[in-house]
């Protein structure tokens, strides 16, 4: 009989020193793909926005995506690490901090926000995503913040448009389509190509 | 049985081996990237992008965390890489289940409860939804005997803990629910073949399309031969009985299936025929008679209707027609001792047939309450009982019907506290009505973190085999017998740590009542009867673990102690340990894997007092996937080590442990066109 009873603590053991061992893998959950459908989108829509000024220096520089409210979406875009849009290379940053916010705080009474924001502001492009339901409910003072700046902000909420951001992704019929701010873009010196206009389900001016 | 401790020490060094690989495993393998098949998304134009479908999982979908019991989800790829070839191969890899066979049947115990006098399972087990356990003995079968091909399957979901709230009846330990493939999940055709030991041949072909307007179809047909061994048993070593030996375990079954779905209709047909030759001489048979033999049929018919009326409203409808037919011959020597033979050939017979009907409506009035309500009806056409030879010793027939509604409300309290509670009520013409509640609060700590109370009702209604099963020097009858209830309290801790780790933790404690026994008398008749009860306490730890480079395992153990209310012992074939580990290896990026499992279970004590040594069995499958285009060869062995271990016996057997298969091997071949 104490054999056996050994055996139980043999395997706890183990287990926990196998929970220690470091290791870094990969999510496998079925919404991901809805992310990576909306990942290649974006990667496309880049070729179809013209940023304002690029200047000879600029060619050099990295275009930088960033992405704020689920970390789940910035690896949706491991596939492009070593593509190239324009000819320049694609840095994809998580920026952390903007996942649960909360109500009843004012988010300018934390420090870290003024930080946060300049982070932000050194994307070409920033997608807001939605954490499972929950929308980032600070999105449209972060909007505002970056209002002005050549900032191409994308979301996937229904109301996006309408805070001020520039495109907004929704699903029709199990795909994925966009709409489009005109005035926002305009706003923040954004030119946006006649195609892409075309293909978008609703602009806004 | 005495453990050969040798054995065991070494059976653990490799166990602890494979541990540590596991744990190391990042380092061993430096491979890159995910086995899984991606197309290139980034590779597409805008216009072709729109055009790409997203995929999701079912309609009513819930994250894992927040479903009100411990869920365990086994996939096709799963089922494929381990090389799973029955139903009873894929749970017995499952924590807290155990499996049972007695060359004839396989059974399912769960919780240290698994029957040990009869064929009735306190498993819920579903086809698409539809329930396919008997309704004369409430047996599902679990081997080759299955309704199903398990290359058809899909997914297999497992949620413990009692269910009844929602499911009614025989829900006591959990819910198996088992989904199939589509005819979209296949180019157009699959071809199988499969050859293993003792002359075991099985083919497989499968049709699936996808036609323009929606219309998916799935058929496929499958056979399966075996010679079985020759096998010998201590307890016929006599002269008289051919000194123990018996050639006589042969088996072979057909499975026909067709699955068509459009729109919100779905039909599911599944059929199989099987007939097994029984070695054992159960049932006090003559040994090494070759007429010895069970043969089973079973269809099921199921219609399913999916609505939304609108994303806060849904309906959906079942009609489900089964038929089972059982068929045994049991060559009997009925002379008395001393005088010459008098054998003739025992016919046993079940006809069952019966037809259900469900309605089930989801509502979502409000963002914080998500309302599941809805009615079963059964009507038993047929239950059937015969059992002859020149004499008729049972001709029953029965026609009970039963039906039952249930309403459940998910109420989300706070963002991160949700209260499950349902209740249902059910009425059968053979025992009268039953209420069973369920609720659960689930915690959710943070996104990663649930904390889940439950407490939960069921019930199970003695099987018409039970009551009325009886015959003259055999079984007697028990028409007054009574509904076993059960009550459980389950507290269940899961987290994810990092994006690569799952580990859940769950204590449990249950007390069945009026818990269904056969007791034997002195002159070996037996008579179902309600004991006062079985308590049973236990605890369940699982690991579940992904790396980068695709590797992936889960390890599970479970302890649980159960105790006979009135004499304080412990049920039989009931073991206190199992411990469950799983591990698949990409050896190669898309073309080579290993997948290895080894099952641990613990000591338990048999149908006559004694004692079964605890024993470990492991199993390893390579899978060459696209050998040459379109072909995956797979190699499997299994029982690795050749352990001999044996389940125990019932009271309708000589042997007081029957012994399993050893080391075996299947090498199969699968095309796809």
């Given amino acids: ?205 | 049985m005495i453990i050969n401790k040798y054995l065991m020490t070494s059976k653990l060094t490799i166990m602890v081996l494979l541990l540590l690989l596991w744990g190391a495993g990042p380092k061993v393998f430096a491979q890159q990237q995910d086995p899984n098949h991606k197309e290139d998304l980034f590779a597409m134009s805008l216009e072709e992008l729109m055009d790409v479908e997203v995929y999701t999982a079912s309609k009513h979908k819930q994250n894992i965390h927040q479903a009100p019991a411990s869920v365990t989800i086994i996939t096709a790829d799963d089922i494929r890489l381990y090389g799973y070839r029955t139903l009873a191969d894929i749970l017995q890899s499952v924590r807290g289940f155990y499996l049972f066979n007695d060359r004839n049947y396989t059974y399912l115990g769960a919780r240290g409860v698994g029957p040990a006098t009869d064929y009735y399972n306190r498993v819920l087990v579903l086809i698409d939804g539809h329930r396919i356990s008997d309704n004369i003995g409430g047996q599902t079968m679990f081997g080759n005997d299955f309704l199903l091909d398990v290359d058809l399957i899909q997914r297999v979901e497992i949620v413990r803990g009692p269910a009844a709230s929602l499911y009614g009846a025989d829900a006591m330990f959990g819910v198996v629910n088992i989904i199939t493939k589509h005819g979209k999940d296949y180019k157009t055709a699959e071809v199988a073949g499969k050859i293993a030991s003792y002359q075991t041949y099985k083919e497989r072909l499968t049709y699936g399309n996808v036609f323009q307007n929606g219309l998916d179809i799935l058929v496929s047909a499958s056979n399966y031969d075996s010679d079985g061994q020759q096998l010998y048993y201590r307890e016929f070593d006599d002269p008289a009985t051919h000194n123990g030996k018996v050639d006589h375990d042969g088996e072979n079954s057909r499975n026909l299936f067709a699955k068509i779905t459009l729109g919100d209709w779905s039909v599911t047909t599944a059929n199989v025929t099987r007939k097994k030759e029984i070695p054992t001489a159960s049932f006090g048979q003559v040994f090494n008679d070759d007429r010895s033999q069970t043969l089973d049929r079973k269809t099921l018919v199921g219609l399913t209707y999916n609505h939304e009326f609108s994303d806060k409203l849904s309906v959906m409808g079942k009609a489900t027609y089964n038929q089972y037919d059982y068929d045994g011959r049991y060559p009997t020597d009925y002379a008395n001792p001393g005088d010459p033979p008098d054998i003739q050939v025992n016919k046993d017979m079940w006809a069952g047939q019966w037809w259900q009907g469900e309605l089930m409506f989801t509502a979502q009035p409000s963002e914080r309450h998500k309302l599941t309500w809805g009615g079963e009806f059964r009507y038993n056409t047929d239950e059937h009982q015969k059992n002859w030879d020149s004499d008729v010793y049972l001709d029953d027939n029965r026609h009970p019907r039963n039906w039952g509604v249930y309403a459940q409300d998910e109420y989300r309290i706070y963002d991160n506290l949700t209260v499950n509670a349902g209740v249902r009520y059910d009425e059968y013409q053979t025992v009268g009505s039953a209420i069973n509640p369920r609720i659960g609060l689930i915690y959710n700590y943070s996104s990663k973190t649930a904390l889940k109370l439950l407490y939960g009702q069921a019930f199970r209604a003695p099987t018409t085999f039970e009551r009325y099963g009886a015959m003259e020097g055999y079984q007697e009858m028990s028409a007054d017998l009574k509904p076993e209830t059960i009550k459980t309290y389950e507290v269940v801790l899961e987290q994810e740590l990092g994006k690569d780790l799952k580990v859940t933790v769950a204590g449990f404690y249950y007390r069945l009542e009026d818990f269904i026994t056969k007791e034997i008398d002195d002159e070996g008749v037996g008579i179902f009867q309600n004991e006062a009860g079985v308590n049973g306490k236990g605890a369940e730890f699982e690991m579940e673990k992904r790396w980068q480079n695709g590797i992936r395992g889960r390890a599970g153990y479970t302890c649980v102690q159960t105790e006979l209310l009135d004499t304080h012992e412990r049920l039989s074939n009931s073991p206190k340990h199992l411990a469950k580990f799983n591990l698949i290896v990409p050896v190669l990026k898309d073309k080579l894997f290993a997948g290895i499992e080894t099952q641990y279970t613990g000591e338990t004590k048999t149908y006559n007092g004694g004692y079964i040594g605890g024993f470990g069995v492991t199993n390893l499958t390579v899978t060459y996937q696209d050998l040459i285009k379109n072909l995956e060869v797979a190699f499997g062995l299994y029982n690795l080590f050749d352990k001999k271990y044996g389940y125990s016996g019932s009271g309708d057997h000589v042997q007081e442990s029957i012994e399993q298969d050893g080391r075996t091997f299947a090498v199969k071949l699968t095309y796809r066109f």
Wanted: a positive charge; glycine letters at 4%; charged letters at 30%.
């Fill in chain 1, 1 to 205: 009989m104490n054999n056996r009873i050994k055996n139980p603590a043999v395997f706890l053991i183990i287990f926990l020193w196998a929970a220690v061992a470091p290791a870094k893998a990969e999510d496998d959950s079925t919404a991901h793909k809805e992310h990576q459908i909306k990942a290649a989108f974006l990667y496309n829509i880049i070729n179809f926005v013209e940023w304002p000024e690029e200047t000879k220096e600029d060619a050099d520089k990295p275009i930088i995506i960033g992405v704020i409210g689920n970390e789940q979406f910035s690896q949706a875009f491991t596939a492009i690490k070593d593509k190239q849009i324009k000819n320049r290379k694609v840095i994809v940053k998580y920026i952390a901090g903007f996942e649960e916010a909360n109500d009843k705080s004012n988010p300018k009474d934390n420090p870290d926000w003024k930080r946060k924001i300049a982070e932000l502001k050194k994307c070409h492009l920033l997608m807001f995503c939605s954490h499972d339901t929950k929308e980032i409910k600070n999105a449209a003072e972060v909007i505002k913040e970056l209002s002005g700046s050549p900032i191409l902000t994308a979301g996937e909420t229904s109301g996006f448009l309408e805070k001020g951001g520039i495109i907004n992704f929704l699903l029709e019929d199990k795909k994925v389509r966009f709409e489009i701010n005109l005035a926002s873009a305009k706003r923040s010196q954004l030119k946006i190509s006649v195609k892409l206009l075309k293909l978008a389900k609703r602009v806004i001016e």
